[in-house]
């Protein structure tokens, strides 16, 4: 991990720059506005419970598949924030370097209550050593739920990366029948479709974390000493499914697994939306990691904020709780 703690040496943008983003799809709905709410806003909870721990809101912290914090500080002072507001928070990918591993192994005791999801791309797996990294990879931090992370567009766009993907499908299935912990399937910037959240419902994982195209992905403004390769990727800027059409999808091929949505957004109301298009849990990135390299109130004020916008949502479209918003009808024709 980096000690830089720039917000450009982070990968982070500055609020000006979010135009520039490949948008969620999350704007392109609307809830129906009710002009006389039937109960009071504080009579409105947020609170859920993830794998098995109660949270005050269903938020993670998703620096796996956007938030891009690198130094040890920032993911402690990202830990730290995320038990005071008792939300979750995806660690992101275990290091390979045995200082920035000594660096992270202490956050369970940061961070005793709320849950802890580890990531490990898919492309470091082969089916020798598979389940003994990821099964390293949870018990470093006591993770309560691993992340499996494909990325094969990333990986055939990346010099050297990896273009086999054959057997992956039964890569998961014997990870998430072998560990101890719940695993799950996300994406890193693409999304994750009908077909393939329905074959993962087959095979023993707890759900999807959607990472669907909704942020500044690494192959968007990649710029090599290939010109061959970068106009090939180039064509691809607009691949993937937007983290909207993500998460519709996802639950349509995965009725009854968890589904956590990732992927560009930005506070309360996009959280909402999402949870109301079917998802059980939002990830929130860019706006953490960036206020996490200001201070650790910096992050707790945006937690905050994206609480309260959540709950002034949930108010204005008639949930009192997650479960009602669930269940609630949106319209079509927002600002996508």
Do not use: K, N
């Amino acid at each position: 991990m980096s000690t830089d703690s720039s917000a450009d040496a982070a990968g982070l943008l500055r609020e000006d720059e979010w135009s520039a983003w490949v948008t969620s799809g999350l704007g392109a709905y609307r809830f129906e506005h009710h002009a006389l709410p039937a109960f009071d806003l504080d009579d409105v909870s947020t609170a859920v419970t993830l794998f098995g721990r109660p949270l005050a809101a269903p938020l993670v912290i998703a620096l796996a598949s956007e938030g891009r914090a690198r130094s040890p500080l920032a993911a402690r002072t990202l830990v730290t924030a995320a038990e005071s507001a008792r939300v979750a928070i995806d660690i992101g990918v275990v290091p390979d370097g045995q200082d920035d591993r000594d660096a992270i192994r202490d956050l369970r005791d940061i961070a005793p209550d709320i849950p802890l999801l580890v990531s490990v791309p898919i492309s470091r797996l082969r089916d020798a050593d598979a389940v003994a990294v990821c099964s390293d990879a949870a018990a470093l931090v006591e993770a309560d739920a691993l992340v499996i992370r494909s990325s094969p567009l990333a990986d055939v766009l990346t010099p050297g990366g990896s273009t086999r993907f054959t057997g992956r499908a039964d890569l998961v299935r014997t990870v998430a029948t072998s560990l101890d912990v719940p695993v799950l399937l996300g994406e890193s910037g693409h999304g994750i479709g009908r077909a393939t959240a329905a074959v993962m419902a087959a095979t023993g994982v707890a759900g999807i974390d959607t990472a669907g195209r909704g942020g500044r992905r690494r192959e968007d403004a990649r710029r090599t000493d290939d010109p061959v390769l970068d106009r090939v990727t180039a064509e691809f800027a607009g691949w993937g499914l937007t983290t909207a059409e993500s998460i519709v999808q996802s639950r349509a091929g995965f009725p009854d697994g968890l589904i956590i949505a990732s992927g560009g957004l930005r506070g309360g109301v996009d959280v909402a939306t999402a949870i109301a298009l079917g998802a059980d849990a939002a990830g929130v990135g860019v706006p953490l990691a960036r206020a996490a390299q200001v201070s650790r109130h910096a992050v707790e004020d945006r937690l905050r904020a994206i609480t309260e916008s959540l709950r002034i949502a949930m108010l204005l479209a008639g949930a009192r709780d997650i479960t009602a918003l669930q269940g609630t009808r949106l319209l079509p024709g927002g600002d996508a």
